[in-house]
């Protein structure tokens, strides 16, 4: 353990007997954050021993949130239809995403919140699931699990790895702990060119670093839910003649500069529906007191589900979790959030693979090869500003061909570069001396 790494364990257990109290008095109101608590501190009260291991190769497999644990499913995927005999253990670190994972893959392997990175949760967690090989999906460093798996002879691997032009000033800030840690990687396995480039700079052995693309181009559901589109059709009222303007994962101020777009296509397009998502919920009513401060009629997603009620509304504020890909397939156009605001951008390839034009902001810093990819294919568009955003959002809603072409290429896009999966996981596949499948 090098000075840094000492320091960074050193703050983090100092600070840990002041921040715990907090957490436990939260948690102690909800059994599902007191199991929660629980899992980050390495307890498992859940009937699994450490006895119980199976024989094949255990994998550790972390995804932070819902859009990792897609990624990962994808490449879960991969490496079963290799034939490969492989146990997991799953763990996530937002409860969006652990839900996400149990609705997947609870039935199948162990799923838990990803223990605290301090030595002896980690090591707890270790000893309990006594896994080989630890997988973080894209971004996830985490100075404590990487060494201690290295020290147990455990593999390690990054998998679907990104470093944004955004992240890594900050991580260039933190680059003498992490260099050495990153050493002790046995494979990067990177999205793009610029990704690895950038990993090997923070410390990453170059001979390590693969490029492999983006395996979320194949998480993505290819084909809809029937059922679920008629329902949502008939909730909205909506049908193929109604033009509507999805935005979906609206985030700070984008509330206000989407509100101000709304109001110039509505002069436009009176019968234009306006469906608003936030990023977060706890936002919704953000969105509904700027609807309302402007005079703009307005219902929240689940009022529309009460019992005589329907859509009377023009803007409809998505209030729900994980409909979102389902409205994007009713979409005349879609934006994508947190990108005209310096947050790094939101996932354009829900609504790309659904055959929507998409347009997002200038900050699209962590999504920037999928939407370089749709810009060069004529599916996707930069837009610098609300005003511009009001001005092509519009042309393609009184131009619905237009729209609709631009739509198609934006699925060709992403269906012509599937297969990332696959090759992240050949990249476990090597790390574990197992035969993999041409």
């Keep these: 353990m090098n000075i840094f790494q000492f320091a960074y364990n050193f703050a983090i257990s100092c600070l840990a007997p002041m921040i715990l109290p907090a957490f436990r008095y939260h948690e102690r109101r909800d059994p599902e954050h007191r199991a929660a608590l629980a899992q980050r501190l390495g307890h498992d009260k859940s009937d699994f021993a450490a ?14 949130s819902v859009g990792e644990v897609k990624a990962a499913e994808a490449v879960i995927h991969a490496l079963n239809d290799a034939s490969l005999d492989l146990s997991y253990v799953f763990t996530t670190t937002t409860m969006t995403g652990q839900r996400h994972a149990r609705k997947r893959f609870g039935n199948v392997m162990r799923v838990r919140y990803a223990p605290l990175d301090l030595w002896w949760t980690t090591k707890r967690f270790l000893e309990t699931h006594r896994p080989d090989v630890l997988l973080c999906m894209e971004t996830e460093i985490w100075p404590n699990w990487i060494t201690i798996a290295h020290r147990r002879g455990m593999k390690i691997a990054l998998l679907n790895g990104r470093i ?30 610029s990704d690895a480039r950038r990993i090997v700079r923070l410390g990453a052995l170059e001979h390590r670093v693969r490029i492999n693309g983006n395996a979320k181009m194949d998480s993505l559901e290819a084909e809809a839910d029937t059922g679920a589109l008629k329902k949502l059709e008939a909730l909205y009222a909506i049908d193929d003649s109604v033009p509507v303007f999805v935005a979906g994962s609206i985030r700070g101020v984008e509330v206000e500069i989407l509100m101000d777009v709304y109001d110039r ?14 990023r977060h919920l706890q936002n919704a009513s953000r969105i509904a007191a700027c609807a309302r401060s402007r005079g703009v009629r307005w219902q929240y997603r689940t009022d529309l589900e009460k019992e005589g009620c329907k859509r009377v509304a023009p803007v409809v504020i998505l209030n729900t979790i994980g409909e979102l890909r389902h409205v994007y397939r009713f979409a005349s156009v879609v934006f994508c959030g ?23 902001g200038p900050f699209m810093e962590d999504f920037q090869d999928a939407c370089d990819l749709l810009e060069a294919s004529g599916g996707g568009q930069y837009i610098p500003n609300g005003c511009a955003l009001a001005e092509r959002a519009g042309d393609l809603l009184a131009h619905p061909d237009d729209a609709r072409r631009m739509g198609k290429r934006a699925r060709r896009a992403v269906l012509a570069n599937r297969g990332a999966a696959r090759r992240h996981a050949r990249v476990v596949a090597e790390i574990l001396n197992l035969p993999f499948p041409e």
Excluded at 267 to 277: C, D, G, K, Q
């Design 51 to 64: 006895n119980q291991r199976p024989d094949g190769p255990v994998i550790w497999i972390h995804a932070v």
């Design 265 to 278: 296509l509505a002069s436009r397009i009176p019968e234009l529906v306006f469906i608003v998502a936030p």
């Design 164 to 193: 944004s032009s955004r992240s890594i000033r900050s991580y260039n800030r933190i680059r003498p702990l992490i260099a050495p840690v990153l050493k002790k990687v046995d494979a990067f396995s990177m999205i793009t060119a």
């Design 338 to 360: 947190g990108s005209l605001i310096p947050l790094g951008g939101q996932n354009v390839l829900e609504p790309a693979l659904c055959g929507k034009p998409v347009l997002f």
